[in-house]
């Protein structure tokens, strides 16, 4: 959940909503790091869990706001470099390419048992 000063520390770990809210971020997934610093600053709040290494792991600390505006066109070319070979070594901070329903459908999906995307 993402909120403005003070709700998210009201609704932390030590508020109800904070305890029952959890937050699911795959990989380098940006839409999580949005709205951008330039629009105002927002805090998330409720447990989260980033999926790296095949496994989803608790961050001790939430995602942060993309903080440089250039972030963001940097995110949706590394969706772009994901559908060429040549730029597949490229490491960006956030991609728009781990957005896509398909990647978080399948690492929540417990293991042995097939998605909609049949994985």
């Known amino acids: 959940m993402i909120g403005c000063p003070p709700l998210p520390p009201q609704c ?29 600053l927002f805090e998330h709040f409720g447990q989260e869990y980033q999926f790296s290494n095949g496994a989803w792991n608790a961050r001790i600390k939430p995602m942060e706001q993309v903080g440089n505006l250039l972030e963001i066109p940097l995110a949706v070319s590394a969706f772009f470099g994901d559908q060429m070979k040549w730029f597949k070594h490229v490491s960006f901070r956030y991609s728009l390419a781990d957005h896509g329903p398909q990647h978080y459908v399948s690492a929540l999906t417990p293991p042995g048992k097939q998605s909609e995307f049949g994985a």
Do not use: H, N
């Open 12 to 40: 932390g770990a030590k508020g109800e909503l904070g305890r029952k809210t959890f937050r699911y971020i795959y990989a380098q997934d940006v839409v999580p790091a949005l709205p951008p610093t330039a629009s105002g």
